[in-house]
């Protein structure tokens, strides 16, 4: 939503200072939550077996890497304490910034899971 312009949630000095590099960001974001999304349903219902298997295991890993480093590092950024009270993260960033790690780290958990159950039966 803060890629399509929205300020809610955003604290005042971060809505304040949204250029056009704040949108390309954050619209980033959701290029890899769609990408990441988008292989692993096509890993886990194996729609497109014209694809080889590293295709969507790729999009997954780079996907999945760039919402949970990113969210981490947005997370502990964002944590740390400001000097001035407007530039200091709302609840709402904060749990944002968690969720998208917390997703990207889920995505990485699942997909060496996927990988080391498919490394026994191979």
Do not use: K, N
Not at 57 to 80: D, H, I, R
Request: hydrophobic letters at 55%; one cysteine or more.
């Amino acid at each position: 939503m803060w890629a399509a312009g929205s300020a809610t949630g955003l604290s005042e000095a971060r809505a304040d200072g949204r250029t056009p590099d704040f949108y390309l960001l954050e619209g980033t974001y959701v290029l890899f939550a769609a990408v990441t999304a988008a292989a692993v349903l096509a890993l886990a219902l194996r729609r497109g077996r014209s694809l080889a298997l590293w295709t969507p295991l790729a999009l997954a890993w780079t996907g999945s890497g760039a919402l949970g480093c990113w969210g981490g590092w947005m997370l502990v950024a964002s944590a740390l304490p400001v000097t001035d009270g407007a530039e200091q993260a709302t609840a709402l960033m904060l749990l944002t910034y968690a969720g998208q790690m917390i997703a990207g780290l889920f995505v990485l958990a699942t997909g060496a899971s996927f990988l080391r159950r498919r490394g026994r039966h191979a």
